[in-house]
């Protein structure tokens, strides 16, 4: 099962937009779900992380203030806010399941049922 990231888009610097993930088939409440991105020529790399209650999160210093994750386990979603988008904030964002019930286990590798992804590109 793979999970689908959706709601990216084109948008100036300073906008904002809300990416949408759900899976068919699983249930997203059982996991840990974590949003990624990959810019172009770069490392995949954790963006947002947030606990199956939704209790607690967890973001990147570099979009700390900026994205806020959360989840409606009641519609199986779970989204990122973004904020005050930069151009470095241009990439394909991800969102996975924790392969593990550990929050602190926040790897690339910790995580899987990737699927396609949704573009995002921040420019003027």
């Known amino acids: 099962v793979q999970l689908q990231a959706s709601g990216g888009g084109l948008v100036e610097p300073g906008g904002s937009l809300r990416l949408s993930c759900t899976a068919s088939g699983l249930s997203l409440a059982d996991y840990i779900i974590g949003w990624f991105r990959q810019a172009p020529g770069k490392e995949r790399e954790g963006v947002s992380w947030?606990?199956?209650?939704?209790?607690?999160?967890h973001s990147a210093d570099s979009v700390k203030a900026r994205f806020t994750i959360s989840r409606d386990n009641s519609k199986n979603m779970v989204y990122l806010q973004m904020n005050n988008l930069k151009p470095e904030d241009t990439g394909v964002y991800y969102c996975?399941?924790?392969?593990?019930?550990?929050?602190?286990?926040?790897?690339?590798?910790?995580?899987?049922?990737w699927g396609q992804g949704t573009l995002v590109t921040v420019s003027s």
């Open positions: 996975a399941r924790a392969l593990r019930r550990n929050f602190y286990s926040r790897g690339v590798a910790d995580f899987g049922s």
């Open positions: 947030i606990t199956p209650d939704g209790a607690l999160t």
